[in-house]
């Protein structure tokens, strides 16, 4: 996992890296113009990469989410080789919004609202999502946040767990994706039949379309 974003206006040039789940407890070693963070298993989750706007190419613009090219990344690799961290980043280019269908629903056991989903977002994967929308059904095509993917309200996805269930991705409604006209009324997005199944989403063009 590699997620990137940047905020000029906000933080200046830093350039946040997270590669794991946030921890309550972190730690914090600065070489240079980096800070590694680290968790209580003193694992690395993330980097914070200062005054590397120009050696990247990034832009006052670029604010938000910066899917990071695999130059870039080789960029921050040689930055992190140059201060003795040994650590390699890999640049992760796989869609994080994709066209999802909902194959089989079951009741949570632990729970009166929650749904256990089998999702196929792609030809030969399946992912176990739990659910708690009221509108979610099998048989539906949906919105898949995988795995690694940055909610618009920047929320990142990470592997859990809701009531003792695994969950891997999150289906989401029209508000969670950012949709100008999405309704006030809880609920998953539902897709028409046309999209197919693994197709990577655009927000921005879904937003356009959405009505």
Do not use: W
């Not at 940047?6 to 800070?35: F, H, R």
């Not at 590397?52 to 695999?70: E, R």
Request: hydrophobic share 40%; net charge negative; proline share 3%.
């Amino acid at each position: 996992m590699l997620i990137s974003s940047y905020n000029p206006d906000v933080l200046g040039d830093v350039l946040i890296v997270v590669t794991g789940a946030d921890s309550s407890q972190q730690e914090y070693l600065q070489k240079a113009n980096i800070v590694q963070i680290t968790n209580d298993q003193r694992q690395v989750i993330g980097y914070n990469f200062f005054d590397m706007a120009q050696s990247l190419g990034l832009k006052s613009q670029d604010c938000g989410q910066v899917f990071l090219t695999d130059s870039q990344v080789q960029i921050l690799n040689d930055c992190l080789k140059n201060n003795g961290i040994e650590d390699v980043l890999v640049a992760d280019l796989t869609p994080k919004f994709v066209v999802g269908y909902v194959q089989s629903m079951e009741a949570h056991p632990n729970s009166d609202h929650l749904h256990i989903c089998q999702v196929k977002t792609d030809a030969d994967q399946l992912e176990q999502i739990v659910c708690g929308a009221p509108n979610v059904d099998q048989g539906q095509k949906v919105v898949v946040a995988k795995v690694g993917a940055m909610m618009p309200n920047g929320q990142i996805i990470f592997p859990g767990q809701l009531r003792g269930i695994d969950s891997n991705g999150m289906l989401c409604s029209a508000k969670e994706l950012g949709l100008s006209q999405a309704p006030k009324k809880r609920g998953i997005l539902v897709l028409d039949d046309q999209y197919q199944v693994g197709t990577a989403l655009d927000l921005q063009e879904l937003n356009q379309n959405y009505k």
